[in-house]
């Protein structure tokens, strides 16, 4: 019973730390942009003050819509986006769940709050929330490769280096993968960086790869028909998503903590890992979000697909032979 | 597998790619545009219904406000109607002042068009960056006519303020920044990879097709069209000048008429506008900028007029004319605005066809429509709150009514 009640405990206060952090992400990011394109930008916590309003606004159902599957899905986005955070470790806490899942299930957690999405675009009825979601089903096919080719790569490496349960978030956590490749293997993971890099902003729907939501042509797209709570229920969704999507990159390629540096132990090592990887969160969310957006202009559907299945599948394709060369060389196959 | 069914995707009259209001119908199969229609017309002002009963000096105020872009455009298309009419010769100085103003809005409507080009393209930092830069050309005819936008700098005759050498030193400042800044603009335009896949073999638009749909200005000139009334038919200072049409060719070494070639136009053209003020500036002759200075005057000179004239500018966007027919009365008896969009936004539904759905918003701006500039007066009663639909066929038959009327 009282691990019930700690895993409920857990999870809220981490939906809560998700959310605000989430949130506090979304603003640096708008603030970093604007000063980019020689803006003032927002203040640093408008987000808050956007999500705020949209919550006091009227939810708004439209006539075509399918009521409870348009107001079910950003529910269901939200909980998936936060049910990943629960099997994710940060620092070096140990994730809440992590002995009942690993990174496949992450994997597969990562789509839902995207399949929500596409789910409530088809439920409103809009034509343009409709063309919304073809594109995002479309695009969540395109980047699924390049991601799984990535943890393949990773995860076989480290099972070639005779590392047990490499599968596991925590294995991964504490067994840096750049520790256990030779000189082949770093060249595969520098590429494996690069394809991270491109694959988080199309996870997250941002320049250049928003064409779901492409504000221009489809009027916000899968959203369009989106108003009051459940805008703001996506809108949390999608920052809770930027956290766990830059929290599965860092674990998976960037996994090094600063407490074996410093000599720390216990609570003090605890809390410096945590800040360490809060700001490896905020440092890979501005570079493959924050800069990608300000510097590109949006890309055709098609060459999302071009770019994801092709170049980026062919590099992944590139990464494993690496991998796997890199590991015959080594003599551990 | 089944055939996919057309499916059809609304845009407009209210939609966040469009600043004015246009509707436009696209047929759909999967991401591919297979059909497009559009209805102009949307917004409503009446604003020559407004001109017939004004005299010709006020009407002048009343053209500034046909576009918020065109500032110029219309103002010196109807003087110069006027003045064919009346028979008024304007000042020289007057002219190379015209000039000098005109190719400032060209600059600045160029680039605001590229912020919006880039901005229905995803790309808004180019789009910020280039309103930015816009600013300085903004501040320079603010400088010159004080003004904005309406800058209400043309007068029947002539202009209302003059170019003093002091003006000379910031108006040559503010081009040389333009030219440092013509090579940045190009490699961001340009050369950028995401926009030349974006825009490169989209919005296809034949020299034939060109021509065959009376398209004009950048528009007609990324197809291969050599039409451009500055150099065709030479008026104000452009006589004066060594001119040449822009065409794709500045920057590639063919001619496509696609959205690119657009692109390449226009940006080519706001270096061409930097050359020509810098030419009039050096070689403006002195002398008045008015006609008459006296406004009573010229409406007299008017109130004489008989006859009628057609007023061409070749605006941003391409030709631009006023029709204006006089009978000796304070008024015109008939004025007639045929703005450059309205030759150009007939082709959209030929451009579109075939089009990504993606690619759609840019292929709309690449045309850059001025909705405003071609809005009319609809017919209604107001007590039996009834509008009236013209046919085809009526409007061809009130037309001729009224062209007899006029003749009489």
Known sequence: MNVILAAIGGTIVLAILAIVFGLILSGIDRRIVARMQARIGPPLLQPFTDVRKLFAKQNIIPANAIPWLFNAMPIVALASAIAILMYLPFGSFAPILGELGDVILVLYLLIIPSLALVIGGFASGSPYATVGAQREMVSMIAYELPLAAAVIAIAWRLMAAGVADPFSMLTLMQTSAWDVVGPLGIVALLLLLVMLAWVTPGELSKIPFDSPEAETELAGGILVEYSGRNLGLFTLSQAVKTVAMAAFGIILLLPWNLSPFLGLTGVAAGVVDLIFFVLKVIFVAVVSVTVVRTMMARFRITQVMGLYWLVLGGLGAVAIILMMADAYLLGVI | ?408
């Not at chain 2, 064919?84 to 103003?101: G, K, L, M, N, S």
């Not at chain 2, 600045?108 to 880039?118: D, K, M, N, R, Y």
């Not at chain 2, 974006?198 to 749909?213: D, I, N, P, Q, V």
């Open chain 2, 1 to 408: 597998m089944a055939k996919k069914a057309p499916y059809i995707v609304p845009v407009g009259p209210i939609h966040p790619a469009l600043k004015e209001p246009v509707h436009i119908e696209l047929t759909v199969v999967g991401e591919e545009v297979i059909s497009a229609d559009f209805t102009p017309g949307q917004t409503h002002r009446g604003i020559e219904w407004m001109g017939l009963s004004r005299n010709p000096v006020q009407i002048v105020h009343l053209t500034d406000r046909i576009c918020g872009i065109c500032g110029v455009t219309h103002s010196l298309a109807f003087a110069r109607a006027v003045e064919q009419i009346a028979d008024i010769t304007v000042p020289e100085r007057a002219d190379y002042v015209r000039t000098i103003i005109a190719e400032f809005e060209r600059i600045q409507s160029h680039l605001l068009w590229a912020g919006v080009a880039a901005h229905e393209l995803g790309f808004d930092t180019l789009f910020y960056l280039a309103w930015r830069v816009r600013e300085e050309a903004m501040d320079a005819i603010e400088l010159i006519t004080g003004n904005r936008v309406n800058y209400d700098i043309i007068q029947i005759g002539g202009v209302r303020r003059d170019i003093t050498e002091d003006q000379h030193e910031q108006i040559l400042r503010c081009l040389n920044n333009y030219k440092d800044l013509f090579g940045k603009l190009k490699t961001l335009f340009l050369e950028d990879a995401v926009i030349s896949s974006r825009c490169k073999g989209t919005g296809l638009l034949s020299f034939e097709k060109a021509m065959a749909y009376s398209t004009v200005g950048p528009t007609a000139r990324a197809s291969g069209c050599t039409a451009d009334l500055r150099v065709d038919y030479p008026y104000a200072a452009y006589g004066d000048l060594d001119l040449k049409p822009v065409l794709p060719t500045a920057y590639g070494s063919e001619v496509n008429g696609d959205t690119y070639d657009r692109i390449v136009v226009r940006i080519f053209e706001i270096a061409q506008s930097i050359e020509i003020i810098e030419q009039c500036l050096a070689n403006m002759p002195a002398g008045p900028t008015l006609w008459e200075e006296k406004v009573a005057k010229i409406l007299a000179a008017c109130k004489k007029a008989e006859g009628e004239a057609v007023g061409r500018h070749e605006a941003p966007r391409g030709e631009c004319l006023h029709y204006v027919a006089m009978d000796k009365s304070d008024s015109p008896i008939a004025w007639k605005v045929k703005a450059s969009s309205y030759s150009n936004l007939h082709v959209w539904p030929l451009i579109l066809k075939g089009a990504q759905l993606a690619d759609i918003p840019v292929i709309v701006a690449s045309v850059d429509p001025c909705l405003s500039c071609t809005d009319r007066v609809a017919v209604t009663d107001a007590d039996a709150s009834r509008t009236k639909i013209f046919t085809k066929e009526e409007l061809t038959r009130l037309s001729y009514e009224k062209t007899r009327r006029m003749r009489q």
